[in-house]
């Protein structure tokens, strides 16, 4: 706790208004160059507007003024009361196109920096998202990017807005009162520095509180996605305590910031009316010695109503900025990052299919210090079809995660085909190799869309033809919506069988020179199995395919094993090969793990 408070004054000390922080905010702006005749358009009518609202006190006392029998332009009460509501009336026009014109903006521009997050975020490499939570992230494309909204719409109108009033009015009061504008402006800085050091406070224990939500946001996120473990562990109580407990902590943080902001505002309410007592017992005796008349001291009065409006939104809008700076940083950071090396688009040139790692050695750039990988060399010739065996975390996802160049290696080289991966075109590099994976998750469309999902341009005749070398056109034909059926959310309207032959199906219709299995570890219902495999074999034909193997009756049929051990390949062979091996770790691991 002591550590996430030190965190939060950094953070707050991080996001004062210097003018380092403020060109963060520049950063932001080029997304509002597109639409800037507009944003300036808004900024001028906004001028307007505070500015005809301003003249509003000056009339109001000659209102008074005339009733009292004073001359003035105009020389008659309803003809000054019809001037107020006629500068009102101006003001309010004025106030509707600075609105609209401001939204227009921000809403266009808003929209175009969160397809510029979701671009660049997709094209980031996965090391980006290793060091990253989901909804850490999703939080910037959606609240912050909310934040930079207001500001763009709301918050530097207002600031202009009330840096205008606060101005002007001074002037004016200068040189028409110049004595009570005196009086007033001496009592100002006391309540602007006893505003701040408040201010301060309250931002603090805000943030603070923002973090136990956050924290809180993140037991909620964790539960949903995982909801089937909940359930099966009967966690509900447990998370549900978990979640009150954190919510609880959040609870103790923001109670406190309220008493801070509860004597804030008390503060600010006395200070605002004290100092409106103060003018107009100090205009009374100005009235009474005949050195002022009463329709000066109500416009004076109202001017300093004005004023100390504005001298208390500047104090927010301080605090907005604050906020939308570090908006701008978390989003600013995201559109820094280095994508990828090239996705562009590329002719789509054949493929053997022959794999080789020479000497590869491999960390995780987020646990350098763990060498997962240690020396892996194999080759594996085109069309040929090899098992990676070896227990849990002996490396063999890692593998796989390096041929599809999702990280960079330390050590040694990667080949297809004979050339470097780093020379293959990103693109084509994994648009050659087709993956089935574990657990197979779908998008929430119709199983037409996911089997497209490799290639978008597919015709009709081309997706069924899939459908049907993956053993999946039998059940989707029975479906009365056919191949417009809706998946559900990660396809959890389907059957674990009828998922993997959807995947399957899209694996043949991507048609990759190299194929990558990875064996689901449980097995399904006999009939549904016969069909997977059946399919599998369909698709295995003439491609490369290296298979995570988890079932003996695979193991059997492939050309060769390699036997993975904590990131060495310590045997490597056929089944009979290895299995003859009586204490070797092959045939270890195949009492262990393939007894079937
Ligand atoms: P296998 O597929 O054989 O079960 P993996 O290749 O998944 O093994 O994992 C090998 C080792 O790498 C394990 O110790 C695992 O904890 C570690 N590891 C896997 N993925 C990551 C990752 N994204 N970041 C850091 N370490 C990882």
New binding site residues.
Partial sequence: MAKKRGNALEEHEKRKLTKQNLSKLGGIFRFILPYKLNFFLGMLFLIFSSLTLLTFPYVAGKLIDTASGKTWLVDDINGIAFILLGILLVQSIFSFFRVWLFAKVSERSMRDIRISLYSKLVQLP?TFF?KRRTGELISRITADVSMLQDTFSTTLAELLRQIITLVAGVIFLMMTTPKLTLFMLATFPVLVIIAMVFGKFIRKLSKETQDELAAANVIVEETLQSIMTVKSFAGEEYESNRYRKGLNKVVVVALKAAGFRGAFISFIIFALFGGIVAVMWYGATLVASGDMSVGDLVSFVLYTTFIGGSIAGLGDIYGQLQKAIGSSERVLEILGEAPEVSTADFQKVPMEGKVSFRGVRFS?P??PE?E?LKSIDFEIPAGEKVA?A??????????I?LLLKFYPIDKGQILIDGKSIDTWNLKQLRSNIGIVPQEVLLFGGSIKENIAYAKPDASEEEIIEAAKKANAWQFISKFPEGMETKVGERGIKLSGGQRQRVAIARAILKDPAILILDEATSSLDAESEALVQEALDELMKNRTTII?AHRLSTIRKVDRIYV?KE?EIVEEGTHEQLALQEDGFYANLVRLQFAE
């Fill in positions: 996965m290793d995780y987020t646990r763990m997962v990676l070896g227990q849990s975390g002996a490396g063999k996802s890692t593998i995660q995570i993975l990131g």
